[in-house]
């Protein structure tokens, strides 16, 4: 099963191809969702402190190591720092908080959420590349203690990274992004694929407005699969990897199974989707 597949990141650590994701998934929710997803072949979790459900999803994490006899080091976990910490200290009582919460041995990976606290994020002004380089020298820290299996990003652009990569001594191994069917930024992503950066493409159903589109709609009847199916089996013949998000148990195991492939007739329709 694609679930079972994993990439090697820049640092030779391996990630599961498929990870859930759990923006908007409450506390309360998070440990029956995540228990859920593991039983259904999810290997990589991926939460974040501004979720506000970490402590559910280590809760998710315990339980389904209990009930289905899972070693720890199987499953994969992803958390971010916020936005709006852009300091060196802020960031270490941020990875302590988080993994405390989280209360599940280890953290995977971490990220830096955005490159700019979110009511600035889409304005023009300070680009926060000062700050970013302090987030960045705390996560490598934590990184070289072995708190971390990997660190990397998340929504930043090509200039973002170039900041982070001219200074580091640890490069980013993911930048998590939007990606889906409609909406690729090919600039971005060849940038991260000729630095070795995996992307990680969230809301690869673009907050079901796919669902909204006769022509993808159409492909996933072709398939014989949901739409949210056909949009993570888009992105993964990408070379990029998916977040599909729901707290509902059969939809759960839907997007699990990703076991088909698009034609290439079919991917190159897909692609000339646009403006979504």
């Known amino acids: 099963m694609i679930v079972d597949e994993r990439y090697k990141l820049n640092n030779g650590q391996r990630i599961p191809k498929v990870a859930l994701g759990t923006w908007q998934v409450s506390d309360d929710e998070a440990e029956a ?73 280890h953290t995977d990976m971490m990220l830096i959420h955005a490159p700019k606290p979110w009511d600035e994020m889409w304005k023009p002004g300070h680009n926060y590349f000062a700050e970013n380089l302090e987030v960045w ?44 069917i409609g909406h690729i930024p090919y600039e971005l992503i060849e940038f991260c694929e000729q630095n070795g950066i995996l992307v990680e493409a969230y809301s690869p159903n673009a907050h079901g407005n796919l669902a909204n589109v006769p022509a993808i709609c159409s492909m996933a009847a072709k398939y014989d699969v949901s739409v949210p199916q056909l949009a993570s089996r888009f992105i993964l013949q990408l070379g990029l990897l998916p977040l599909p998000k729901s707290t509902h148990e059969e939809r759960i195991l839907q997007n699990a199974d990703l076991d088909f492939e698009i034609l290439p007739a079919d991917m190159a329709e897909l692609l000339e989707i646009d403006g979504l």
């Open 33 to 105: 969702v995540v228990e859920s997803s593991i039983a259904a072949g999810y290997r990589h979790i991926d939460t974040a402190i501004a979720y506000g459900n970490e402590a559910g999803v280590g809760r998710g994490i315990r339980a389904a190591m209990e009930t289905q006899g899972l070693h720890r080091e199987s499953i994969f976990v992803t958390s971010k720092i916020p936005a709006e910490v852009k300091t060196h200290d802020g960031t270490v009582a941020c990875i302590q908080e988080s993994m405390e919460r989280l209360d599940c041995f």
């Open 137 to 180: 020298k705390a996560l490598e820290e934590a990184y070289a203690a072995g708190k971390f299996r990997a660190i990397g990003v998340s929504n930043f652009d090509v200039d973002d990274l170039k900041n982070i990569m001219d200074e580091c001594t640890v490069m980013p191994a993911v930048n998590q992004v939007r990606v889906h």
